[in-house]
């Protein structure tokens, strides 16, 4: 399907300003498939919609941080259901994962696991576990399907 570059520039802006490709592709009246084709085609529009979406993350961590930081105005009412005024209620939650994100070395969590199978696996790094993990599913798909595993 041939689409002109005002429909382009609809979807590009709509993913900037909603953070939505689903929304986006909506508005514009296009499969997904059509958007991963011009993706992998034209670097340009690749590269336009990769900064819309940046941008879009963008204004999502500088709502996060307004509300964690200078809160948000909440109505009160008395017992009478009467309002009574406003209450600036700030964030808890948002200020944490903002940390978190920002200072992962202090604040992310930490899990400590505790290998009981009789096997023992030491991986120094994730390249290595991932090969692992992957091995084991291989073999386990090749069970489920009936082959003999390699």
């Known amino acids: ?54 941008e879009a993350t963008d204004t999502l961590e500088q709502e996060a941080r307004r509300r964690a930081i200078h809160g948000h105005e909440h109505a009160v009412f008395d017992k009478d259901g009467k309002h009574t005024g406003y209450t600036t209620k700030h964030s808890d939650t948002l200020l944490i994962f903002l940390m978190k994100g920002a200072m992962p070395e202090r604040y992310a969590d930490r899990v400590k696991t505790e290998n009981t199978n009789r096997t023992e696996h030491s991986f120094t790094d994730e390249t290595a576990a991932a090969a692992k993990i992957s091995s084991i599913l291989d073999t386990a798909r090749q069970r489920r399907d009936g082959e003999q595993p390699e």
């Open 1 to 54: 399907m041939k689409r002109d570059d005002t429909d382009w520039q609809t979807y590009i802006d709509t993913l900037r300003e909603t953070g939505s490709y689903v929304g986006a592709r909506r508005k514009i009246r296009v499969q997904r498939t059509t958007i991963e084709h011009l993706r992998k085609n034209d670097q340009e529009f690749a590269d336009a919609e990769a900064e819309a979406y940046e």
